[in-house]
């Protein structure tokens, strides 16, 4: 998984940029569903941001995604706290939908940190976060170099 860490002062105007990618019709932006010319485009107006924004990459080794999804989890809320971040927004899966959020409420619970479960159309940061998974898990290692100066942490749960 990744998680894109950017300023407070300037997310809205990131996620502004980023809402300027979609297409008419298009409710949120899917790396692996744009074209190679989309994908470049996309990840250039990221690249371009005024802000500063860290990729965190969280790896879990487990064989079976329910697991590996939940070590994660446990991962980013451990990540969050150690960041002392104001606000956390995971993208929604409904088939994981409960336990994710036991999952936060036991990791994050005394820290004061704000979470959300969102779907992914609701919060466009999460676009970024899924463009920069894509991004760095794509075969060809162009596209890894590309999030390679975004990445601050590699953390494997």
């Known amino acids: 998984m990744a998680v894109v860490e950017a ?10 940029q ?5 297409l008419k019709g298009q409710e949120r932006l899917h790396f692996s569903s744009e074209s190679s010319r989309r994908r470049d485009a996309i990840w250039s107006g990221i690249e371009r941001w005024r802000s500063p924004m860290t990729v965190h990459i969280v790896q879990s080794s487990h064989r079976y995604q329910t697991q590996a999804r ?16 104001n606000l956390l927004v995971i993208e929604r899966d409904d088939s994981r939908y409960q336990d994710d959020r036991g999952i936060l409420t036991n990791g994050l619970r005394g820290t004061g940190l704000h979470w959300e479960i969102l779907e992914a159309k609701a919060d466009p940061m999460l676009w970024a976060a899924d463009a920069a998974a894509w991004c760095w898990t794509h075969p060809s290692r162009s596209w890894r170099k590309r999030v390679e100066p975004f990445v601050g942490q590699i953390i494997q749960t």
Do not use: N
């Open 7 to 16: 300023d407070a002062h300037t997310v809205k105007v990131d996620r502004k």
């Open 18 to 22: 980023l809402r300027s990618f979609l």
């Open 70 to 85: 939940a070590e994660c989890l446990g991962g980013i809320a451990a990540l969050a706290t150690s960041l002392d971040a």
